[in-house]
């Protein structure tokens, strides 16, 4: 449980920091590497086109976000996005 709740707090800040930062709002450089992979995968798994991937998607396309679909989806919308998940990925060990 502390665990969780540290992952939560961590994630928030995250996203905090990077929202904060001018550069969030500069225009995107081309994925390479693992970032075009997860890119790829999530268009492919998000089956509607919406750029949101349902708990359900997931379980289908992309298991292993399925598995901490809950820790990714920390305002629990229901959906993850893109974005979470490249932010997620990019900040595991």
């Known amino acids: 449980m502390f665990i969780s709740k540290f ?5 928030i800040s995250v996203v905090i920091a990077v ?3 001018s550069s969030a709002f ?3 450089p081309p994925l390479t590497g693992r ?12 089956k509607n086109h919406d750029g949101k ?6 379980k289908a396309g992309m298991p292993r976000i399925a598995a901490a679909f809950d820790k990714i989806d920390t305002e629990d919308r229901g959906y993850v996005t ?3 998940i490249q932010e997620v990925a990019a900040n595991a060990p």
């Open 7 to 11: 992952i939560r707090q961590t994630a």
């Open 19 to 21: 929202l904060s930062s």
């Open 26 to 28: 500069a225009a995107d």
């Open 35 to 46: 970032a075009k992979e997860i890119a790829e995968r999530f268009a492919a798994a998000d």
């Open 53 to 58: 991937l349902t708990l359900e998607e997931a």
């Open 82 to 84: 893109l974005e979470q």
